[in-house]
């Protein structure tokens, strides 16, 4: 089993940046695709973005492209999602996400096997 704790949520002005960590327990994750789930107030989860275990195959929400990165820690057994030039819709619950084995279907939730309970992030306008 793996747990995954996320930290660095708060409260953040529009045009501001946040960075959020995720930290991963029970077993190292090194071989694990990781990724960002989030879910804003009256809508669907939606999937933010991924990385693969080694550090490629990154994948992008189209509308957080140029402004959030995704690195990890190996080392650390940890993913982050750094976001610059935040807006009010970015505001959510955002979920760390990580699995062993992956389809192309990665915006799917189901294909996630773990999650973290989720940290909020609020962008004030």
């Known amino acids: 089993q793996v747990q995954l704790v996320e930290f660095g949520g708060g409260l953040v002005q529009a045009g501001g940046s946040l960075s959020l960590s995720c930290a991963a327990s029970?077993?190292?994750?090194?071989?694990?695709?990781m990724g960002w789930f989030r879910q804003a107030p009256g809508k669907e989860r939606e999937f933010v973005a991924k990385?693969?275990?080694?550090?490629?195959?990154?994948v992008y929400r189209e509308s957080v492209k140029g402004r959030f990165t995704i690195p990890r820690d190996n080392a650390k057994n940890t993913v982050y999602l750094q976001m610059n030039s935040l807006t009010p819709e970015d505001t959510a619950v955002y979920y760390c996400?990580?699995?062993?084995?992956?389809?192309?279907?990665?915006?799917?939730?189901?294909?996630?096997?773990?999650w973290g309970q989720g940290t909020q992030v609020t962008v004030s306008s």
């Open positions: 996400v990580a699995t062993y084995y992956l389809t192309n279907y990665y915006y799917a939730q189901h294909n996630w096997s773990y």
């Open positions: 990385i693969g275990g080694t550090g490629g195959s990154k």
């Open positions: 029970g077993r190292t994750v090194s071989s694990y695709h």
